[in-house]
């Protein structure tokens, strides 16, 4: 999406606020530094393969998992929170 932008000649974060949702380490090396959400995939990979597996037996459900949001320049802020 910065690649796009860029491209476009759109500003980020002057025109366009841009935020990924996968949290990888690499996200702080973007120009500029991309907001995101951090994810703990190991635990979600986990749970996964347990319902796979058949350690769930309740069948179909909704879970939720704790995030991090790490807002860097890509929303207009400066410093990693």
Same mark, same amino acid.
């Not at 090396?29 to 769930?56: C, E, F, K, N, W």
């Not at 949001?69 to 410093?79: D, F, I, N, P, Q």
């Given at each position: ?9 759109? +500003? !980020?974060?002057?025109? !366009?606020? $841009? ?7 690499? +996200? %702080? ?13 190991? #635990?979600?990979?986990?749970? %996964?393969?347990?319902? !796979?597996?058949?350690? #769930?037996?309740? &069948? +179909?459900?909704?879970?939720? $998992?704790?995030?991090?949001? $790490?807002?860097?320049? +890509?929303? &207009? ?5």
């Amino acid at each position: 999406m910065l690649f796009a932008c860029h491209r476009l000649g759109l +500003s !980020v974060p002057e025109q !366009v606020a $841009v935020t990924g949702f996968d949290g990888t380490e690499h +996200s %702080a090396y973007s120009l500029p530094p991309l907001t995101t959400v951090r994810q703990p995939i190991h #635990d979600i990979a986990r749970r %996964a393969l347990d319902m !796979v597996r058949g350690a #769930d037996a309740a &069948g +179909s459900r909704h879970e939720t $998992v704790e995030f991090e949001l $790490v807002v860097r320049e +890509s929303c &207009g802020e400066h410093a990693e929170r």
